[in-house]
């Protein structure tokens, strides 16, 4: 048994691995995090974005107050400006109260806007004005409030993209990239794998009988993998291997199963489609064997491909929703969708956690 408290710094808990990449981004927030200026982390979605920011704030002279999270992505577009600046009482409907945004509540601290690439134009200005004046104004307000507090932003979308096609201000992208932060994918630096295995390894606490064993066949296998979800993929996927597999030491024939996971659900769907357009079988079109779905009458109208596509994606999300007790987070993993990908499609269909 280990004794005291450990001496690791917030960058090297935060931000694990030994490669050449890896390393550079440790040293670049060593070096940024003790200034108050405002960072652009950009990187593919699941690389690790929020983590860089929670680095950034723990390595700060502002450690010790608050770090405030919000997903620009997820929150309906008429509701974040008050998400962000609060409102008063009566300002609008259903505005029983005064209410402080999340401004104020990073007061002192540091305010990580994450998605800041689906922030909608309209906003874009009004966090503009924001980051000039450092002071607030509640929605239904007068009186600026004044704001001590660090921007800290994240995109997956290509910003300079989205400048050249107006979408995103350039203005705006200047106050935010003072110091631009850019992540590789996992897929960039493979040899962190081992490392963050046994990072997530550590972090589920299991018992030391169920302690699982990845074998040099498993982080091969692993290595080979694409990771279009990246670290947040690979997380999952020791998250399930630690569920099924409690106590075992797995090989690569053990992940390549666990990676083909959310094929069934793809080639279902695929099937779906070429059952339901009674497209004759053919071998992309496999129905005859282990999938029994029901016959659809034959049609003499046109086949309306984009509404089943619909139908059958919001069935499913109702579904995942149930099972996961209108866990959010927990549908997206039994979908492998991104958390903020689901939300988007739950506003799409009209789905509120309520009614699942």
């Keep these: 048994m280990k004794l005291g408290l450990s001496t690791e710094s917030p960058v090297d808990r935060l931000l694990v691995g030994r490669s050449e990449s890896m390393q550079s981004l440790r040293q670049l927030v060593r070096q ?14 699941g690389s690790g974005k929020e983590m860089v920011a929670r680095a950034l704030h ?23 400006e008050s998400e962000l600046f609060g409102h008063e009482r009566g300002s609008f409907t259903g505005a029983v109260a005064q209410v402080r945004g999340r401004f104020e509540d990073a007061d002192g601290g540091t305010l990580f806007l994450d998605e800041i690439g689906d922030m909608p134009p309209a906003m874009q200005v009004k966090l503009l004005r924001v980051l000039e004046e450092r002071n607030v104004t ?26 050249e096609t107006n979408s995103f201000r350039e203005d705006l992208f200047y106050r935010l990239a003072v110091l631009p932060v850019a992540l590789p994918s996992l897929a960039e630096r493979t040899e962190d794998i081992p490392l963050l295995v046994q990072h997530f390894l550590e972090r589920s606490h299991a018992p030391e009988q169920d302690r699982l064993v990845f074998s040099h066949g498993a982080l091969m296998a692993m290595a080979e993998h694409r990771w279009p979800g990246n670290v947040r993929e690979l997380r999952n996927v020791v ?22 996971r959310a094929e069934p659900g793809r080639r279902l769907e695929r099937e779906m489609l070429w059952a339901m357009s009674e497209l004759p079988a053919s071998p992309a079109n496999p129905i005859q064997g282990e999938l029994a779905l029901p016959h659809k009458p034959a049609s003499t109208g046109p086949i309306d491909l984009r509404s089943m596509v619909a139908d059958f994606e919001h069935q499913h999300i109702l579904d995942a929703l149930r099972k996961s007790k209108g866990v959010v987070a927990d549908a997206a993993r039994l979908l492998s969708l991104q958390r903020t990908t689901l939300i988007e499609k739950m506003h799409k269909y009209g789905v509120v956690r309520e009614t699942v």
């Design 32 to 45: 940024v995090a003790p200034t108050n200026a405002s960072v652009l982390i950009t990187g593919p979605s």
């Design 58 to 80: 723990l390595e700060s002279r502002r450690a010790t107050g608050n770090f405030v999270a919000v997903n620009c992505g997820a929150i309906p577009h008429d509701l974040l």
């Design 138 to 163: 509640r929605v239904g307000g007068r009186n600026p409030i004044p704001i001590d507090t660090r921007i800290i932003s994240a995109t997956h979308r290509d910003i300079d993209r989205a400048i």
């Design 239 to 260: 998250e399930r291997a630690a569920i099924l597999y409690p106590g075992r030491e797995l090989g690569g024939s053990d992940i390549k199963a666990l990676l083909q």
